[in-house]
């Protein structure tokens, strides 16, 4: 376990923790795997924007979208001027879609969020990537497993990414594209001991390096996804 003297990266160092200063570091329960993952779930995505990927919105937006159509069915249920034995035809109507948007929303993040929690655009030499992230309870080794995807701006892509076709692909397997090579990936598995100061601080250069280390690999390469 590194000493308990709290972490003050030097001056150089502070400018790869995407300028987040002294002050908003946060002390971590070291107990709490949960509070452990999520902090080193966070200096990761950090990390892999100083490392001059951005960020793919797509999955995120699409679920704002559809809780957003899911809440306006619900408010024209409860707040349509008429009395709800007059309109009992609305609010049947409401209800379905109200349970076909949920069904939608369900299984969009089922088929295209999974356990990942970040999705990266393409850049020129490496293909559009996700990050998956584990930590069984009890224990203190964290894995963070990245994968290729395709690029979300190829049209095909767009297509598949559509939340009703997504919906339709996953109720009528027929409709669903033929499967594609298999994704190259690369994994690091670690203990937060390495990371973590006693104290509960995360020495965010150490994780960020290696991290960075990891979207290094070959595997994560434009050629390899056309090898």
């Known amino acids: 376990m590194p000493s308990s003297k709290k972490f003050k990266p030097s001056k150089s160092a502070s400018s790869s923790l995407a ?3 002294d002050t908003e570091k946060q002390k971590i329960n070291l107990l709490d795997s949960g509070a452990v993952k999520r902090e080193l779930d966070e200096a990761t995505i950090r990390a892999v924007k100083n490392a001059g990927f951005a960020e793919d919105h797509y999955v995120s937006n699409v679920k704002i979208l559809l809780g957003l159509v899911t809440c306006s069915i619900a408010l024209v249920a409860q707040f349509y001027p008429q009395k709800h034995t007059d309109s009992w035809w609305l609010l049947f109507c409401c209800v379905i879609a109200y349970a076909a948007c949920t069904a939608a929303l369900n299984l969009f993040l089922l088929r295209f969020e999974g356990e990942t929690f970040f999705f990266t655009r393409a850049k020129r030499d490496t293909p559009a990537l996700k990050f ?7 224990s203190d080794q964290y894995t963070l497993l990245i994968s290729q995807r395709e690029d979300t701006d190829h049209p095909q892509s767009v297509f598949q990414l559509m939340p009703w076709v997504a ?12 499967s594609s090579p ?26 960020s390096q290696d991290v960075q280390s990891l979207l290094k690999q070959p595997s994560l390469s434009i050629k390899s996804k056309e090898m």
Not at 132 to 138: D, L
């Open 19 to 21: 300028g987040k200063s």
């Open 167 to 178: 919906v339709l692909q996953s109720l009528l397997p027929g409709l669903k594209p033929e």
């Open 182 to 207: 298999q994704k190259e990936q690369a994994e690091m598995t670690s203990s937060v001991t390495k990371y973590f100061h006693s104290d509960g601080y995360l020495n965010e250069t150490i994780f």
């Open 132 to 138: 998956v992230a584990r930590m069984p309870r009890y």
